[in-house]
């Protein structure tokens, strides 16, 4: 549902960016709208001014004109102004049709809810503002008209005074050329007067001086009327000039006219030219913007149509989504009630199963503590029935020392099934072994560690342990006791062990823990970490006449941590390092023994308890041939053979229970007397190599491995019939060593005729006693 509505929000959202796109072509078609209707305006706004500047020219004209001439030419603007007002008109019908159509198209336009409608509105209302603004424009148009009216009434009032004052000055002339023909006239009547006037003159004088004053009076005047002729006649002179130069200034006017008349002509043709240039301009800028807006139109349609199906596809989606959804809130709102009911119901019953367990765990730790005891019990029991004494197998793995080819391959084998057999194919024949447990090459060190952890604790309880590598050189001795850093061995972690359990008991118990390292090499013991190695130890009986054996000069180490331990040993190693030339050589002719002693103090009971455990490297099993070896060398192996089988003559009479134990036929044996005797235990771990070429040293540890641990309990009447364990050189002969026993009372082998308990412990019990008694 969640990945449902996060779709549905996804879609939503784009739809709204789909819609904004579209808002602003929208917007985009509505400014190159306006653009057009601007450039209009502009267009009627420049004609306006054209209109206005020629109304102006008129006037000027008029002005400077007057007449007739003037009136044609204001008819003629008239008409011309009459023109250009329905060229006007038919423009605006044509925008209005114009508008009309968008329109049409915006109905035609099924998008009846969609805010396109709107900003249709908003043009529309842009539209009739602009209508306005030509009305108003218009009405402007009707006032310049009226004025343009009133300038031609005003024209005509100019005109009709100058035709007044014209015809006053045609008066004038006709006046003044009256008076011009009448003072000729005078003229000439004074004229054809004078003959008279001398006749007169002379009669005058002759006759009288009264006539000739009145002579000189006449004389007078008619000088005086000369004058005024000759005065009138300057005055006509003056009045014809003055006529000719308004009649030439009325023909540079009337030229004038002309030219303006030309000019205004050529400017209407231009204006006309550019009215046609701007209506194509307007025209072609009208329909592109419309064709454009129709194409962007039919995009917006596809786009609505595809958003549209998108929407019908995603509503029943929705439909679901929400009646899922409404359900889940249901759910969801009744979900607590539930919760805490069942919380309810769930705690009571929780409750109740945990007083229930409480019960039962209590029944059950008392029954454990009673089942704890008796197991303890019998693992004793089992542990004595068995024989303080166990035999594990370890195989190496092959490694680079063995070398390639057929020589190095195994030829070990183990069983499946049953972690205690080992088979070794030997010239051919397979041969079968059967110990206590027998570790595979890939076994690690941990796990080898959990087989023999029992017996390191039980050093704690008091008990005396000893652990044996036994086997050829290079069968993996040292590394399984010691190991390597990264991968220590038994002895390392022995005593982290010890350490660990220690503090585990430090609440009751006070333990101190010491260690000692020695070494036997040619039945000599030597102190590893003592000041002078090359001293030779002796073994002596305890004075306080416990029978107890101690080794005196022995160091002792206390140790307290695992740290104290290390350097014990890098210390013992050095020793051996610093006094041996070859080590390895050494070392595998020699027996490592690290004694690790735990004294314990029970706070509460004063208790004290020993246990001592005993980790021994031995040296190599490997026979030396009688005729190969000399000297020091043949010295050597007849100790080891001595010591060796010394070893098993020991353990193999701890073994059968017989009343001798020769614990005295090698130091070795002498030393670990009360480590191996009574209550102790001991771990034989039979190292073997898996390479083809070791098989028959591997044949003689794996049958001193099943010789120990094939000896069963038997009476003790068999001391006498058993001998000695036989040499190392005679381990090869097995014919002789299974007939060394024909007497005993089952065959070897695990699990046979193993007998009723109730016979068993009454038998333990009898042969305890004489193991007490002997020692
Ligand atoms: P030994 O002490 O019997 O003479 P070593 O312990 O020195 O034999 O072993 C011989 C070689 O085999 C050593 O290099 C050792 O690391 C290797 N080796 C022995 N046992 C194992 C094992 N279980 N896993 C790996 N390497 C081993
Ligand atoms: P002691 O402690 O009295 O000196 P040992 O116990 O060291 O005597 O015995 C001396 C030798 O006699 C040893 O080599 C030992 O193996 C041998 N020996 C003693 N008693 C027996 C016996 N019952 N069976 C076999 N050998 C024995
Ligand atoms: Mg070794």
Known sequence: VMASMAHLQKEKLRLQ?????????????????LSLSLQLQGQVETLKEKLLEQAQEISRLRSELGGTDAEKHRDLLAAENERLRQEMKACEGELRELRWQQQQQQQQAPCCDCPHLQENAGLQEQLSQLQ?????TRAKLVELDLEVQQKTNRLAEVELRLKDSLAERAEEEERLSRRLRDSQETIASLKSQPQQIKYIIKTVEVESTKAKQALCETQSQNQYLQEQVGMQKQVLKEMEQQLQSSQKTEAQLRAQIMMYEAELERAHGQMLEE????????????????????VEMKAVHENLAGVRTNLLTLQPALRTLTHDYNSLKRQVRDFPLLLQETLRSARAEISQAIEEVHSTNRELLRKYRRELQLRKKCHNELVRLKGNIRVFGRVRPITKEDGEGPEAASAVTFDADDDAVLHLLHKGKQVSFELDKVFPPQASQEEVFQEVQALVTSCIDGYNVCIFAYGQTGAGKTYTMEGTAANPGINQRALQLLFSE??????????????????IYNESLRDLLGKEPQEKLEIKLCPDGSGQLYVPGLTEFRVQSVEDINKVFEFGHVKRVTECTNLNEHSSRSHALLIVTVRGLDRSTGLRTTGKLNLVD????????????????????????????????VIYALRSRQGHVPFR??????????????DSKTLMMVQVSPAEKNTSETLCSLKFAERVRSVELGPVSRKAELGSWPSQEHLEVPKRLLGDSPGSAAPPGRGHASPSPGQLSSRSASIRRKLHTSG
């Open 275 to 294: 009215m046609q240039a701007m209506e194509e301009e307007k025209n072609r800028a009208i329909e592109e913007a419309f064709s454009r807006a129709q």
């Open 618 to 649: 031995l040296a190599g099993s490997e026979r030396v041939g009688r005729s190969g070896a000399e000297g020091s060398r043949l010295r050597e192996a007849q100790h080891i053979n001595k010591s060796l089988s010394a070893l098993g003559d």
């Open 132 to 136: 306005r603004e030509a009305e108003e």
């Open 665 to 678: 036929n090698s130091k070795l044996t002498y030393l670990l007397q009360d480590s191996l005797s009574g």
């Open 17 to 33: 960016e789909e819609l904004l796109e579209l808002q602003e072509k929208l917007a985009a078609r509505e400014n190159n709208e």
């Open 502 to 519: 220690v503090r585990g008991k430090a609440a009751d118990w006070d333990y101190a823990i010491t260690v000692s390292a020695a070494e």
